[in-house]
């Protein structure tokens, strides 16, 4: 008993913790738990549970087919209008979804910062694998769309691991920052709500991004959404869907970027959280 | 075994209080506005260095240092706000200090609050797990455990029903099950035992004091003296984030007492008599070994000064004199006829009686009941505001249910009434 771990820990003003990835892994346990802990409760006391996930991206990609694609008569790169939209709302919803539970996570925990100590990262990043579930749920309706319409996807299918991994990059940076931005200063309850609705409308979600004007698509690509997207419908499409390189490497620079910036911000703001929350 | 596990040097800990602002979070807009008048400020008058008028610094902690040994027992007192939250917070790693250094030795496991992160919606069970990954138990410890945390908590029954539908007695008791069953080397534990019942919280100091035995290090505040006497050897006393008193228990509870006391002397009642009138003014203790007239030691003799005004001549007089304790039962009454004395005449005047007595009791607060009686009938009397403050002087290891009223010396002694026979020899 007295033995194990009979490492010294030091305690200092503005010291750095070197263990702060090792603790990550040793409370890898407590992730599960929040996660599982999260998902459980997300539809508990709901009459039919989980099929939420599939009912609601299920009917706006109805109204967005509806609207784009029937009366606007917008194209969708040789693909049936519905999996084209379903294709960007995937990535999409995962990401809105994510920023939303990401941001409020720190909050709704604050009882848990404030009396406990665990790498505080575990948090967020347990409110994003809430949302994966729920992606992976809404998946379902794409295989079932792709048999309805007896669509088969190309050999590009198999590089959606890749895309779900930026949309997962593009979505714990965001989170991180409002998560972290959000215990400082509540104003971020209000922006949030705001970016997922506008940016809903300035992501290429209901129509291609071939759509914009060519000496737009480099700037357009400035929403990191932008690249994801491509990436998803072009793995996904496969055929007449091309991906922009120069738009969709810039999005990927900036995903990256809005990671680690996310990461690092973090890090540095978390030291306070608990006299702050 | 009596390695240092925690290190403590000259730990500060600051915290910037806002004054006029009412929220409890920085609102984005003050901090646009405040840079952008400290960017005015610095146009017109370059090189001036304004603080911010909004915040005033508070130290939580100042230049606290100690030293806790392997298997030490510590209990750290204090009033509201001395910092003992804040010390607790920064040892487990809640929050960082200002300045200053700790180091520790072993696993700490922190107990803040009783139930942290149990999520009224999911059921016993899954709170039991939840709970134990938050407190720091791995999943197959939890397992191990469970059975045991089950029974501790007496809720088989309910173990599938959501925590929400619990009473608020089974919730605390299953909050406490989990952190009971924790095995950290070093134990960190704030105030939990101010829920729950008696009997529970007896459960709670057993098991604690069970943990300590096993040779692991407590840390232990809580307000409840009695408690802290019984479960710890060491003392720290914190008064305004400093260290005032440390060392052993009783000496550092005495310590914190007379504080207390002192602070609430203040409102002792000025009694004015009119012409007239017969009235009790004033009490004091002479003498006792405190220092202090308004408390005593347990088993110290205790001369208690009554002092009586009488604005006119009063004859067939009786003193009553009695003690009270904190739960209203009568300790002690005598009056001043007792061993066939005769009764008083008193002429117009200041008069004082002493009673002489050896307090055997309980370290508690207790209060005086006066009362002086003549041919005529009562004609005052008088409980005083300021109490009796009676300090612990003797060293017990029993715990609180094991604290009777009498705090009275036992001797105990062994004695051979037969020596067994060595066979063999």
């Not at chain 2, 075994?1 to 209080?17: A, D, G, P, Q």
């Not at chain 2, 096993?214 to 232990?220: A, C, I, K, M």
Request: charged share 20%.
């Amino acid at each position: 008993m007295v033995n194990h771990s009979q490492t010294e820990l030091i305690i200092e003003a503005g010291r750095t913790e070197t263990q702060y990835w090792k603790d990550l892994w040793r409370y890898r346990e407590l992730f599960y738990f929040l996660a599982w802990r999260d998902i459980l409760v997300r539809y508990k006391q709901t009459v039919i549970g989980i099929a939420w996930a599939l009912i609601r991206p299920f009917l706006t990609m109805i109204v967005f087919t509806v609207v784009f694609g029937n009366l606007a008569k917008l194209p969708s790169e040789g693909a049936p209008y519905p999996i084209m939209v379903f294709a960007g709302m995937l990535p999409w919803q995962f990401f809105s979804g994510a920023l939303s539970e990401c941001s409020n996570s720190l909050i709704t925990n604050s009882n848990l910062i404030s009396k406990v100590y665990f790498p505080r990262l575990i948090v967020p990043a347990s409110a994003v694998i809430v949302s994966f579930v729920d992606f992976l749920v809404a998946g379902m309706i794409l295989l079932a769309l792709m048999a309805w319409y007896n669509f088969v996807p190309s050999w590009r299918i198999l590089t959606l691991p890749v895309f779900i991994l930026i949309a997962f990059a593009a979505s714990m940076g965001a989170g991180l920052w409002l998560a972290a931005l959000n215990v400082k200063y509540r104003d971020f309850r209000y922006v949030v709500p705001f970016i997922i609705q506008f940016g809903l409308y300035i992501s290429p979600v209901g129509f291609p991004s071939s759509i914009v004007p060519q000496q737009w698509r480099f700037l357009y690509a400035l929403n990191p959404m932008v690249g994801v997207i491509d990436g998803f419908r072009w793995a996904i499409i496969g055929g007449q869907a091309e991906l922009y390189w120069p738009s969709f490497l810039l999005s990927l620079g900036l995903v990256i970027l809005l990671f680690g910036g996310g990461i690092w911000y973090f890090r540095k703001t978390e030291r306070t959280f608990a006299d702050v929350i | 075994m009596s390695e240092t596990v925690i290190r403590v040097e000259n730990l500060s800990k600051k915290y910037i209080i806002g004054h006029q602002k009412q929220e409890r979070y920085t609102a984005l807009r003050d901090v646009l506005a405040e840079g952008a008048k400290s960017i005015g400020r610095k146009l017109l008058k370059p090189g001036k260095r304004v603080s911010d008028p909004g915040g005033e610094e508070f130290w939580a902690l100042k230049e606290v240092s100690f030293e806790i040994k392997q298997g030490d027992r510590v209990g750290i007192i204090g009033r509201n706000g001395a910092g003992k939250s804040t010390l607790l917070k920064i040892l487990s790693r809640i929050t960082e200090p200002t300045s200053g250094r700790i180091s520790i030795k072993g696993r700490v496991a922190s107990l803040l609050e009783v139930g942290t992160g149990f999520h009224p919606e999911l059921t016993g069970r899954e709170n039991i797990y939840l709970n134990g990954a938050i407190l720091g138990m791995s999943k197959a410890e939890i397992k191990k455990k469970f059975d045991e945390i089950v029974a501790f908590a007496e809720v088989e029954k309910f173990l599938d029903t959501p925590v929400k539908r619990y009473s608020s007695g089974m919730y605390v008791r299953l909050a406490f099950a989990v952190a009971a069953h924790l095995e950290p080397e070093i134990l960190v534990v704030d105030e939990v035992l101010a829920v729950g019942d008696a009997q529970f919280q007896n459960k709670c100091l057993g098991k604690m004091g069970e943990v300590a035995r096993e040779g692991r290090t407590v840390l232990f505040v809580s307000h409840n003296l009695s408690a802290v006497q019984s479960l710890c050897q060491t003392g720290i006393y914190l008064d305004s984030g400093k260290i005032n008193t440390i060392g052993n228990i009783s000496t550092t509870l005495a310590a914190y007492q007379q504080t207390v006391f002192d602070n609430s002397t203040g409102k002792s009642e000025t009694i004015e008599v009119a012409q007239g009138q017969v009235k009790f003014t004033k009490w004091q203790l002479a003498g006792s070994l405190t220092q202090h007239e308004h408390s005593c030691y347990s088993r110290e003799e205790c001369k208690f000064v009554l002092t009586l005004v009488t604005r006119r001549q009063i004859t067939g007089v009786n003193i009553g004199f009695a003690i009270w304790n904190s739960d209203e039962k009568l300790i002690i009454a005598a009056s001043s006829l007792d061993g066939g004395k005769t009764y008083l005449s008193l002429e117009e005047g200041v008069y004082e009686f002493v009673f002489k007595v050896r307090l055997p009791l309980k370290s508690d607060t207790y209060h005086l009941d006066v009362s002086v009686n003549t041919d005529e009938g009562q004609l005052d009397r008088w409980q005083p505001a300021t109490q009796l403050l009676v300090l612990p002087n003797l060293q017990t290891n029993l715990p609180e249910i094991w604290q009777g009223l009498l705090n009275e010396e036992v001797e105990f002694e062994l004695q051979n009434v037969s020596t067994p026979i060595l066979e063999g020899n």
